[in-house]
């Protein structure tokens, strides 16, 4: 089986549940608060190894009892940890979310998951196979984004990046990865123009996620893989969940139009439980994909 390797963050949500959100200056009280595993690579490799995928993580956590709780949670998922490293001079990463009116907001503190290296990386991946999958995301130092994007493209191997959270980006890396799978927000912020002023320059490459709308790529035309509705409890985790499919999806072979529609549904059915794994399925679920 195809390897998955996920570069990439690792944290702990703070999650609060609120009606609303506060205004400037405002204290409210809210409904009720929880803690859980969370952090874009951490998703993306709980969601890929659920569904069967052979993962390993690559990235770093604190030398605390959050770095703990991410290890613990790895391990439970059959995500292999030995790439993530663990350092004193930082704490663990954290997310801080609200949800509230039928959508989350999140603002990350990095902490340890900004001490991934270059070096850890390009250890990492001279040890990789020739057929092994790297997923990434916006969550670690840009330098070994950069870095990661431009080893894997030298060592030819398939990458599927997922520039999210946003950050400023040369377009040329774009072209080097396998695949990018921006949301429509995402498009915005990386080229000024919406999807369809650009989809057709990344052919079979750029996936743009739609939300219950599904997902579109364009192979000589605008291909739309329809999402699957869903009874939503929490979105968080749905674009991670995504990702993580799509990698398991390519690794055992299917067409990129069967690969999406398989991510589209594991995504469905991972916002019909709260927090960012809550709802992620098992392969056992995804029986008629
Ligand atoms: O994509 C959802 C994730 O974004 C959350 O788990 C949180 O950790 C933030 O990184």
New binding site residues.
């Given amino acids: 089986m195809r390897e998955i390797y996920v570069i990439g ?1 690792a ?3 703070l999650v609060v549940k609120s009606d609303r959100r506060p205004l400037k200056g405002e204290t409210i009280l809210g409904e009720s608060f929880f803690m ?5 690579g ?2 993306q490799a709980v969601s890929a190894s659920r569904l069967g995928g052979k993962v390993k993580m690559v990235g770093a956590v604190g030398a605390d009892d959050f770095g703990q709780q991410i290890l613990a949670n790895f391990r439970e998922n059959s995500v292999d940890v030995s790439n993530v490293e663990s350092v004193t001079h930082v704490s663990s ?3 801080h ?1 609200t949800l509230s009116e039928d959508d ?1 907001s ?1 603002i ?1 503190v990095p902490g340890a998951n900004f001490a991934v290296t270059t070096h850890q990386v390009a250890q990492v991946l001279s040890e990789a196979a020739e057929d092994a999958i790297v997923v990434l ?1 916006n ?1 670690i130092p840009k330098d070994v984004i950069l870095f990661t994007i431009d080893k894997c493209y030298e060592l030819g191997l398939t990458t599927i990046y997922n520039p ?2 946003f950050i400023e980006i040369e377009l040329d890396y774009l072209k080097k990865v396998t695949y990018f799978t921006p949301n429509e927000t995402e498009v915005k912020e990386l080229f000024g123009e919406d999807y369809e002023e650009v989809i057709q320059d990344y052919p079979n490459k750029m996936i743009v996620t739609l939300g219950d709308k599904g997902a579109v790529f364009y192979n000589g035309q605008l291909v739309n893989v329809p999402g699957i509705k869903a009874d939503v409890v929490d979105t ?5 969940t995504f990702n993580g499919a799509l990698a398991v999806a390519l690794s055992e072979g299917m067409a990129l139009d069967d690969a999406i529609l398989f991510a589209n549904k594991a995504a469905s059915i991972s916002v019909t439980g709260l ?3 809550g709802g992620m399925p098992y392969r056992a679920v995804m029986t008629d994909v």
């Fill in positions: 963050s944290s702990i949500d859980t595993t969370g952090g874009k951490s998703n990463g954290t997310a979310i989350n999140i990350v995301q969550e999210a959270p968080t985790g749905a674009g991670d927090g960012a794994q």
